[in-house]
């Protein structure tokens, strides 16, 4: 009997105690409060392309005429290359470098240049903005520089291409600078010397650009290099000729001359064309470097040459005989042009030699074409081809 | 036998409520995402982003809307940036739909947050680069959700700091102007214009939007 009530006692307990529990949780569900929390997110983003620049001279390879130690350059900068026009503000200046350095970063004291230079494979340098050295003209330690005039846009002392939209691009625009040479170290030169721009870039970034110029005694001058011409090796041939041939730019004095033929009397230049003959030995001429110069009728087949629309700042071509391998060629002033020339033989030498005739007034004002000779501070022809006097430019060496 | 065939039933039953409260209040937790200024009212939370200027060195410059590829997001391009840029973006948040009026339905916390990064794909490797978000409130006219002309927004802007919170009141429209600022490095040594070819800066933004907690 006791027994009985104790189990019923216990099952009562446990029936009214999961009862307990059930309206607990019940209670909890109807009447508490939940954490109930609503969230949300969204993004976006920006994606800001950084600028190109595009700036570009005609300086490269310009020739200095001098005269008495001072020579001028008529310089163009350009905010554009070809088709592309830098979209921000280009602020620049042009530097007169004044300590120059090996390539090393090491400066070199000024009395130890010229020692310096006398080692083969020895360049000179100078520190861009981030102070690593630079590779210059060889001549540049000799030259001040000076910005003799210029019709740039400036901005707190420095050069200013300022950004203006057209459409969906910029303006292009060019500054002109007249940069004068002062040469004031080393000894008399004769010949072409190596100098170089020094155009520091602060804005949109901060680089340099070295534009190499040749100063010169001669009216024109010549160099060679190896050119890539679609995979093939050329040998390029660079013509410049002074700005002016009558005068020296800046003083206005008269390029004057002695007399050939009475050394009593003397000569000027005239402000005409120089009239320069090419001739070439086991080279391929590339004709097509002509094709934007004014062409005698039938030199190339389907040109023609309309005199009437003769450009006189452009080199044209007097003759051309590609069996003969002769090219007679009138340069005018300010003339900066190149000839391609492929080796056909490799196994032999290759030359291209050149002769310069200028034009002279004598006293009687008659005006005739003379040798560009040492008369003149001219070149020395010591290269016999079909007996006519050249001096030789390439003799490029059979491999 | 039958005691314990009852407490093994109590205890099934205790298992099967207990179940589904657990349940039905996880239930309630709603996370949604999208991209843009649509609103839509409903038993869920959601806000106005409006995108507006786009400035570089303080002079207000042209984004491009792009879409994303392979989605239906969109995002914001412009291009000529430099070293040493300012760059700066503005935007809008709200609490009720700009076009119809239409409220939320929640007291809700609000905490924009951004990333900016430099990629230079030439010299293969990218730079994180601080972003930092600003904000103002917006006064309104309650009735027409249009900015209050008689009541003119501060001109100074606070710093948003990581525990930060704008309120998205359920019961009063408000809006905010934030703008989230960059300064791009200046150019890095030894490099010239070459090096940052292909370069870009990204500023990525999250929005995040929680209601408060509310008896349910």
């Known amino acids: 009997m006791e027994d009985t009530k104790v189990i019923k006692s216990k099952t009562k307990k446990i029936v009214i105690l999961n009862l307990a529990l059930i309206l607990l949780i019940a209670v909890q569900i109807i009447f508490l409060p939940t954490v109930a929390r609503y969230v949300k997110q969204e993004s976006d983003k920006i994606v800001a392309s950084y600028t190109s620049l595009y700036m570009s001279s005609d300086g490269e390879g310009k020739v200095v005429s001098v005269e008495d130690k001072l020579g001028y350059l008529n310089l163009k900068l350009m905010n554009y290359e070809d088709s592309n026009v830098t979209q921000r503000d280009i602020e620049y200046t042009i530097s007169r470098p004044t300590k120059f350095y090996n390539a090393n970063g090491e400066a070199i004291a ?18 861009d903005v981030w102070n690593q050295p630079q590779v210059v003209g060889r001549d540049t330690y000799k030259y001040t520089q000076n910005i003799a005039s210029s019709d740039g846009e400036t901005k707190n002392g420095n050069y200013l291409f ?115 003959t090419f001739t070439w030995d086991n080279f391929y001429f590339d004709v097509n470097c002509l094709k934007d110069y004014h062409l005698p009728n039938d030199t190339l087949p389907g040109t023609y040459d309309n005199v009437s629309f003769i450009d006189i700042s452009k080199p044209y071509v007097s003759k051309l005989d590609i069996e003969k391998k002769i090219l ?24 291209v030699n050149a002769r310069v005739e200028v034009a002279v007034i004598d006293q009687s004002a008659k005006m005739d074409y003379d040798i560009y000779d040492e008369l003149y501070a001219g070149y020395k022809y010591d290269t016999i081809v079909s007996d006519i006097k050249y001096m030789n430019l390439i003799n490029y060496n059979k491999e | 036998m039958k005691r314990n065939k009852f407490l093994i039933i109590a205890i099934y039953v205790l298992f099967i409520v207990s179940f589904l409260s657990v349940s039905y209040t996880l239930g309630k ?43 239906n997001k ?58 930092t978000i600003y904000y103002r409130v917006i006064p309104l006219d309650q009735e027409t959700g249009e900015p209050d002309p008689n009541n003119k927004p501060s001109t100074v ?60």
């Open chain 2, 29 to 71: 937790y709603v996370s949604n995402q999208s991209v843009g200024g649509s609103f839509e009212i409903g038993d869920q939370l959601y806000f106005d982003y409006t995108r507006s200027d786009l400035y570089r060195n303080d002079q207000l410059i042209v984004g491009v809307i792009v879409n994303e590829p392979n989605s």
């Open chain 1, 328 to 351: 007679v060629m009138y340069v005018p002033q300010g003339s900066n042009f190149y000839l391609d020339f492929l080796q056909i033989d490799k196994a032999n030498s290759s030359t």
């Open chain 1, 162 to 276: 300022s950004y203006e939209k057209l459409n969906n691009s910029a303006v292009g625009k060019i500054h002109n600078l007249l940069i004068e040479f002062h040469r004031d170290r080393g000894s008399d030169f004769r010949g072409t010397e190596d100098v170089s721009i020094i155009v520091q870039l602060s804005r949109p970034y901060r680089e340099v650009f070295i534009i190499n110029v040749k100063i010169s005694d001669k009216l024109i001058v010549f160099s060679n290099t190896d050119a890539l011409v679609y995979e093939t090796t050329f040998q390029r041939l660079y013509i410049q000729s002074a700005d002016v041939y009558s005068y020296y730019k800046g003083s206005d004095k008269l390029r004057e001359y002695k007399d050939r033929n009475d050394s009593s009397k003397t000569v000027k230049i005239a402000p005409r064309s120089l009239l320069v």
């Open chain 1, 110 to 127: 000024d009395d130890d240049i010229e020692t310096y230079l006398k080692t083969a494979g020895n360049q000179l340098h100078v520190l």
């Open chain 2, 74 to 131: 969109t995002y914001i391009t412009t291009d000529n940036v430099s070293p040493g840029d300012n760059v700066r973006y503005h935007f809008y948040i709200s609490n009720f739909d700009l076009e119809t009026g239409k409220m939320n339905g929640y007291d809700a916390n609000f905490l924009p947050v951004s990333t900016a990064l430099l990629n230079m794909p030439i010299k293969g490797s990218s730079f994180d680069l601080d972003a």
């Open chain 2, 157 to 216: 802007y606070s710093m948003i700091a990581k525990d930060t919170k704008l309120d998205l009141p359920e019961d009063e429209k408000v809006m905010y102007e934030f703008y989230v600022e960059v300064l791009l490095d200046e150019q890095m040594s030894n490099t010239d214009h070459n090096d940052y070819f292909g370069a870009t800066l990204s500023i990525e933004m999250y929005f995040n939007a929680v209601s408060k907690i509310k008896n349910n």
